[in-house]
């Protein structure tokens, strides 16, 4: 792992764009050279480089709006002697706090260190909150479940036609956007499977349904996964001692009707499943404590299974 702290890439990345924009624009406002070091701290030498334009830097802090806006206000602050040192480091850290806050500071740092991606991190803004760290947990876990759905053999054949997709709740979740899953839907291509994007929370209200109506009965089941209503699987899934609930398709209010369904079983079972209707694809949901559980319950169910017809 590489361990990049963001306060590196502002001295590294941030300063250094900055600075060079600064003396352009100080230049333009008829300060010298001499006079631009000496505001910014910098050699004589350093400012010629970013006066000429050799210094380099960073577009995406060049370009943003919000840094082009604070160093013409200083600029113009400097040059009409109505700002100070102090008044410009102000105003540059308040920038710092804005670009921190999933601005580019935010974008470099995750290409930086891969292993924040898709973690909807906001280290910087809310610090150790325990509440990010339950976050990080689930997304970790939907990533995770889907990695091992994509390595199941055969588990094409078990692809719906709008896709399948990986669903975890956060605890004491209260509506979709509490649960975590795969933007865009696992597909089947070509016998592979694609995961299009890392997860995150509101993402798919298809899969977030399953998933809180099963929480609201059994506060311990927060993960759920729908795959193609199959017969095969089924027969499997009772085998295995599950008794996989089958409940009606057409509902407008889905997760109402599952909470039903639930309350009227006494539990919230492992497999539940439908048969499809009109307009809508039959569809089954593996459910478990956590994505990974229901993830390695589905592969547990196809080990050793080909490829199968679906219903």
């Excluded at 352009?24 to 505001?39: F, P």
């Excluded at 036609?161 to 089947?188: C, F, K, Q, S, W």
């Excluded at 499977?193 to 609201?216: D, M, W, Y």
């Excluded at 699987?233 to 008794?243: K, N």
């Amino acid at each position: 792992m590489s361990l990049v702290l963001p306060s590196e890439l502002v001295v590294d990345r941030f300063l250094p764009t900055v600075r060079a924009m600064l003396a352009t624009r100080l230049a333009d406002r008829g300060l010298t050279q001499q006079e631009i070091a000496a505001e910014l701290g910098v050699t004589q030498a350093a400012v010629s480089k970013y006066v000429s334009g050799e210094s380099g830097g960073d577009d995406r802090f060049r370009d943003h709006p919000e840094t082009v806006a604070t160093v013409e206000r200083i600029a113009d602050g400097i040059a009409g002697g109505e700002m100070d040192g102090y008044d410009a480091l102000a105003e540059l850290l308040a920038l710092v706090r804005t670009l921190e806050d999933r601005g580019p500071i935010c974008e470099i740092h995750e290409e930086e260190m891969p292993e924040l991606r898709g973690l909807g991190c906001d280290l910087c803004v809310r610090g150790l909150d325990p509440d990010v760290r339950a976050e990080r947990d689930v997304l970790a876990n939907v990533r995770t479940a889907a990695r091992t759905l994509a390595s199941i053999p055969g588990l094409a054949a078990y692809i719906p036609n709008v896709g399948t997709n990986v669903g975890m709740a956060l605890p004491d979740a209260r509506d979709e956007t509490d649960v975590a899953a795969v933007p865009g839907r696992i597909y089947a291509m070509g016998g592979r499977i694609e995961i299009p994007a890392n997860p995150e929370f509101g993402a798919s209200k298809h899969v977030a349904t399953a998933v809180l109506a099963a929480n609201a009965v059994e506060p311990a089941v927060r993960g759920a996964i729908n795959v193609a209503t199959d017969d095969v699987l089924l027969e499997r899934a009772e085998a295995a001692g599950i008794d996989p609930l089958e409940f009606d398709a057409d509902y407008e209010d889905r997760g109402k009707h599952l909470r039903e369904r639930f309350d009227d079983r006494g539990d919230v079972p492992l497999v539940a499943y439908h048969r499809g209707a009109f307009g809508i694809e039959p569809a089954t949901y593996v459910f478990g404590g956590t994505a990974i559980e229901a993830a390695e319950l589905i592969e547990s169910l196809l080990d050793d299974e080909t490829r199968v017809d679906t219903v």
